[in-house]
């Protein structure tokens, strides 16, 4: 949690009356460090709330929009200084949530406001797209080369880096089910015992038939519901039997590959009384947006 501080100075009737040598009182804020966004009237709004007291800070930017801060580059991110309007208010209400205050095009007649504090400010915002095949290979294991670089990991040349390949050696069984006895390692099911891992052996009985190709029910991509001995399991784990007549593989499986979109916000130059600092780093975006997939079928080679 963010604790961002604040010097209050008292400006009501009552004090101005009664404290003429303007009383300092400290105020300390505590924010969650995500913020939310949703598109408002006057444009995107980027805020965070809280109760006991009821607080909000947010910024508004009349020239963006929440798929703008997801458009990221070749590079997978994106860079971007926009001028807003900070916010920093105070309410009476016990409870109050983001959607009555800045995402309904009339706000709720109950929200009464008691401070309200603004500035104009200069909104950093920087996008980072981070991707993942979720297959349960720790990042370690996927850099097969040991150079420190998962983009050029591709142990089956599809064009899919390791990383992001739901099936590292294309042999159409996903690498998560290739951790045969469950233990969470993949390094240590070998099936045909040739020193490398069925889930970078193309051949994972060692009987001369790629596993791809074990399909003798149906051609679905899916070696594993093809099983000639129900004693020993699926073909393609099982060396005596090797199919040589039927067709081989001329497809990949479809791939999903996860996306995380990390949006972070900083706001500079900003000029409110009340706030003893000009800089402000307002957090990461928790947006329904930033969570996705893609699909994608590699091409076969």
């Known amino acids: 949690m963010r604790k961002l501080f604040f010097t209050l100075l008292t400006f009501s009737f009552v004090c101005l009356s009664s404290c003429s ?3 300092i009182i400290d105020v300390e804020l505590d924010f969650e460090g995500n913020y939310s966004a949703c598109q ?29 801060l997801l458009a990221v580059g070749d590079d997978n991110t994106f860079t971007t200084a926009k001028t807003g309007t900070l916010n920093y208010r105070t309410y009476s209400n016990t409870k109050i949530t983001g959607t009555d205050l800045f995402c309904k095009d009339i706000p709720s007649s109950d929200i009464n406001i008691i401070n309200d504090y603004d500035s104009s400010c200069e909104a950093v915002i920087n996008t ?7 297959d349960g290979v720790p990042a370690a294991l996927e850099d097969v080369n040991g150079d420190d670089n998962l983009e050029n990991d591709d142990t089956d040349g599809d064009g899919l880096p390791n990383y992001i390949d739901e099936d590292d050696d294309g042999d159409n069984v996903p ?15 070998d099936t045909d015992g040739d020193g490398v891992p069925n889930y970078l052996d ?8 790629d596993t791809r190709d074990e399909e003798t029910n149906t051609q679905d ?14 073909d393609y784990l099982n060396k005596d039997v090797a199919n040589t007549d039927t067709p081989p593989a001329t497809v990949y499986r479809k791939h999903t590959i ?9 706001l500079k130059g900003i000029d409110i009384e009340i706030l003893s600092q000009d800089e402000l780093d307002f957090g990461e975006l928790s947006n329904s947006k930033t969570k996705g997939t893609r699909t994608v079928t590699p091409a076969f080679n």
């Not at 991509?221 to 699926?234: E, L, S, Y």
């Open 128 to 134: 980072t797209l981070t991707e993942d095949d979720n």
């Open 21 to 23: 040598d303007g009383d």
């Open 40 to 68: 408002g009237v006057k444009g995107l709004v980027l805020y965070k709330t809280k109760s006991d007291p009821s607080e909000s800070l947010s910024v508004i930017i009349t020239s963006l929009t929440i798929d703008d």
């Open 175 to 189: 690498t998560k089910d290739e951790d045969l006895n469950k233990d969470g390692d993949f390094t240590n099911d």
């Open 258 to 266: 996860s996306q995380t979109y990390i949006v972070i916000l900083n």
């Open 202 to 209: 193309k051949d994972d009985d060692g009987d001369g038939i």
């Open 221 to 234: 991509q899916n070696p594993i519901n093809d099983v000639t001995n129900n004693d020993i399991g699926a």
